[in-house]
């Protein structure tokens, strides 16, 4: 009997260890699978703006930068350090003419390399000119025209040819000469002392060709000069105009008396 019992017994471990080692086994979590390689795109060194950078800035060293970018997504525009690798010291001292955001990449047309000149002589295209002229506030948009803003230039003066003898004093004519001209800089407010009164004035640079800068320098003798701002929709181009007729050489000018609008037109 009591050998019928060990060989139970016996039994009965052996089962219950191999009962234990099937449920181990169950309890073991299965095999991963081997994660897939990162797939290296090709990137290239690209310079771009380290900080926000406004029009009229002066680069300095630490304004830009190389940065890592997706090749594919490097235009032809982009300075990259393996075809330009003194790209940085070029454009130190350079003049920013449109605003750069942090980050973004910087190329040649968005500065000018002044190479010691002015702001406003780098600033200017080729074959235009920067006139100054003083208006008043009062009839220049409240004195509300801010420097990229365009304008329409208007003379204010006496009609000489007008017959005044049945008039107490002179006729006065209102000129359009120039329009859709950019304004460059608003200069500090000017005192401007008529007798005993001072008026408060302002020096507006804009932005000319060579002949409108020659009309503008004989409007000045001829009477006051005021600004008229223009809408966005009506600024879409950077031209300045001069109010001409179709097919000729004279100037349209728009002459308002009394209220009443006639046309008339001088030599250019």
Same mark, same amino acid.
């Given at each position: ?15 219950? %260890?191999?009962?234990?080692?099937? !449920?181990?086994?169950?309890? *073991? ?15 290239? *060194? ?29 235009? %032809?525009? /982009?300075?990259? *350090? ?8 070029? /454009? ?20 000018? /390399? !002044?190479? &010691? $000149? %002015?702001?406003?002589?780098?600033? @200017? ?14 009839? $220049?948009?409240?004195? /509300?025209?801010?420097? =990229? =803003?365009?304008? =329409?230039?208007? #003379? ?12 107490? %004093? ?7 000469? @120039? ?31 060579? *002949? ?5 320098? #004989? ?14 929709? =009506?600024?879409?181009? $950077? ?12 100037? !349209? ?5 009394? &209220? ?9």
């Amino acid at each position: 009997m009591k050998a019928a019992r060990l060989v139970v017994l016996g039994v009965a471990i052996a089962a219950g %260890g191999v009962a234990a080692l099937l !449920a181990g086994r169950s309890h *073991q979590p299965a095999p991963q699978k081997a994660a897939a390689p990162v797939v290296q795109l090709p990137t290239v *060194q690209v310079l771009v703006a380290k900080t926000d950078l406004s029009r009229g800035h002066l680069v300095g060293n630490h304004d830009i930068g190389w940065q890592t970018w997706p090749k594919a997504a490097a235009n %032809g525009k /982009f300075i990259e *350090q393996s075809a330009r690798p003194d790209a940085i010291k070029q /454009f130190i001292g350079a003049i920013v003419r449109v605003p750069v955001a942090s980050g973004q990449p910087i190329y040649d047309p968005m500065v000018v /390399f !002044a190479k &010691g $000149s %002015g702001f406003l002589a780098a600033m @200017l295209p080729a074959g235009m000119r920067a006139v100054a002229m003083e208006v008043s506030p009062v009839t $220049s948009a409240g004195g /509300f025209i801010l420097p =990229d =803003d365009h304008v =329409d230039i208007m #003379l204010t003066r006496n009609d000489t040819s007008a017959d005044t003898s049945h008039q107490s %004093g002179p006729k006065l004519v209102s000129e359009t000469i @120039l329009k859709n001209v950019t304004v460059l800089a608003v200069d500090q407010a000017v005192q401007e002392k008529k007798g005993e009164k001072a008026a408060v004035g302002r020096t507006v640079t804009v932005e000319v060709t060579p *002949q409108q800068a020659q009309m503008l320098a #004989l409007a000045r003798q001829q009477g006051t000069l005021s600004l008229s701002l223009r809408s966005l929709r =009506d600024s879409q181009s $950077s031209t300045p105009e001069s109010v001409v007729h179709e097919n000729s050489e004279t100037a !349209a000018i728009n002459t308002v008396r009394y &209220g009443i609008t006639s046309m008339t037109t001088v030599e250019r």
